[in-house]
């Protein structure tokens, strides 16, 4: 490779190993123990953004099985409402026939009664 620049003793040599020993904890690891404590930060903060989220992600997802339990409640509700209107109709439907076959028949009798009495006014016994 080529001659040395310099030559140094050995008290030189040591001296600057012993310097430089004392001083590669700062040069080193000083700014690589920063970036490793920043980036730990922003990785326990992610975690806790995530642990968050899954929080509220459970949170939400239980709101939702409880809103649906009780849309399902109240669609029950809504068809025993139902039930029991159909079956008024029916009461009502059933009370309309009766009435109908009442008045039908109260028909009859009078339709039956004005003959009758028509009969007995042509006879010459009424005249």
Same mark, same amino acid.
């Given at each position: 490779?080529?001659?040395?620049?310099?030559?140094?003793?050995?008290?030189?040599?040591?001296?600057?190993?012993?310097y430089?020993?004392?001083?590669?904890?700062?040069?080193?690891?000083?700014?690589?123990?920063?970036?490793?404590?920043?980036?730990?930060?922003?990785?326990?903060?992610?975690?806790?953004?995530?642990?968050?989220?899954?929080?509220?992600?459970?949170?939400?997802?239980?709101?939702?099985?409880?809103? =649906?339990e !009780?849309?399902? $409640? @109240? &669609? *029950? /509700? %809504? +068809? #025993?409402? =139902?039930? !029991?209107?159909? $079956? @008024? &109709? *029916? /009461? %009502? +439907? #059933?009370? =309309?026939?009766?009435?109908? $076959?009442?008045?039908?028949?109260?028909?009859?009798? =009078?339709?039956?009664?004005?003959?009758?009495?028509?009969?007995?006014?042509t006879?010459?016994?009424?005249?």
């Open positions: 490779m080529g001659e040395p620049l310099a030559e140094f003793t050995q008290a030189q040599l040591d001296y600057l190993s012993n430089m020993r004392q001083h590669a904890n700062e040069w080193i690891s000083e700014p690589a123990l920063e970036r490793y404590e920043k980036q730990r930060d922003r990785e326990l903060e992610q975690q806790k953004q995530i642990i968050r989220l899954e929080e509220s992600q459970k949170s939400l997802l239980e709101q939702m099985k409880l809103g =649906f !009780q849309m399902e $409640k @109240r &669609f *029950e /509700q %809504v +068809d #025993k409402r =139902f039930e !029991q209107v159909d $079956k @008024r &109709f *029916e /009461q %009502v +439907d #059933k009370r =309309f026939d009766e009435v109908n $076959k009442n008045l039908g028949r109260l028909m009859t009798y =009078f339709t039956t009664a004005f003959v009758i009495f028509g009969i007995l006014l006879l010459p016994i009424f005249r």
